[in-house]
């Protein structure tokens, strides 16, 4: 289920310093997509993940998202993507998976950040946050939510998803760094 805040502005134009929206011939479409086209994408990377249960998703705005990050997380900034995931222990939870929070305004910054609509960032912070829904932790585990969600991305047709931009942003020391695969860039 897609949920959108009531407080969002989901038409809000990513603007530049000066005030003006940016556009050109290379601006990916940062409008909002379909919350049925999302909902849809919802139920095929569920099933992707092989997550059982309701997942409710909620768009948001940045300064709810920093509000939710600071309640459950303790950390005072806004964030992409949030993950709830039920009570194993309450009744009938195994009909509820769990719920996602994703600010819409981050999402945006990050889909014209990399050269891609919002509706395409927005789908890999679902897949993301359906990965630590099932119980993935990229930030303990030695590497197997990264290499899940690589796999998951390419059959979903999503590009470069949050473990590997992140990766991809860290130095590497010349003695760790990897060569480009075939027809990669360095």
Same mark, same amino acid.
């Given at each position: 289920?897609?949920?959108?805040?009531?407080?969002?502005?989901?038409?809000?134009?990513?603007?530049?310093?000066?005030?003006?929206?940016?556009?050109?011939?290379?601006?990916?479409?940062?409008?909002?997509?379909?919350?049925?086209?999302?909902?849809?994408?919802?139920?095929?990377?569920?099933?992707?993940?092989?997550?059982?249960?309701?997942?409710?998703?909620?768009?948001?705005?940045?300064?709810?998202?920093?509000?939710?990050?600071?309640?459950?997380?303790?950390?005072?900034?806004?964030?992409?993507?949030?993950?709830?995931?039920?009570?194993?222990?309450?009744?009938?939870?195994?009909?509820?998976?769990?719920? =996602?929070?994703?600010? &819409?305004?981050?999402?945006? +910054?990050?889909?014209?950040?990399?050269?891609? #609509?919002?509706? *395409?960032?927005? /789908?890999?912070?679902?897949?993301?946050?359906?990965?630590?829904?099932?119980?993935?932790?990229?930030?303990?585990?030695?590497?197997?939510?990264?290499?899940?969600?690589?796999?998951?991305?390419?059959? =979903?047709?999503?590009? &470069?998803?949050?473990?590997? +931009?992140?990766?991809?942003?860290?130095?590497? #020391?010349?003695? *760790?760094?990897? /060569?480009?695969?075939?027809?990669?860039?360095?």
């Amino acid at each position: 289920m897609i949920l959108l805040d009531p407080d969002l502005d989901p038409d809000a134009v990513l603007r530049s310093d000066a005030g003006e929206p940016k556009a050109g011939a290379n601006t990916p479409n940062l409008r909002m997509p379909s919350t049925r086209s999302l909902a849809q994408f919802l139920t095929r990377a569920k099933l992707a993940v092989r997550l059982r249960g309701q997942v409710s998703v909620l768009l948001t705005s940045d300064a709810a998202q920093r509000s939710l990050n600071r309640r459950f997380r303790g950390k005072n900034k806004p964030t992409d993507v949030l993950s709830f995931p039920a009570d194993s222990t309450s009744a009938g939870a195994e009909k509820i998976a769990g719920d =996602l929070s994703i600010s &819409v305004p981050t999402a945006r +910054r990050q889909a014209a950040l990399h050269g891609h #609509s919002l509706g *395409t960032e927005i /789908k890999v912070l679902i897949l993301h946050g359906l990965l630590h829904l099932a119980g993935y932790d990229h930030e303990t585990d030695a590497g197997q939510m990264a290499r899940r969600e690589c796999t998951l991305r390419a059959r =979903l047709r999503l590009p &470069v998803g949050l473990i590997e +931009r992140s990766s991809l942003a860290k130095p590497r #020391s010349s003695s *760790t760094q990897r /060569k480009p695969a075939k027809g990669q860039r360095a």
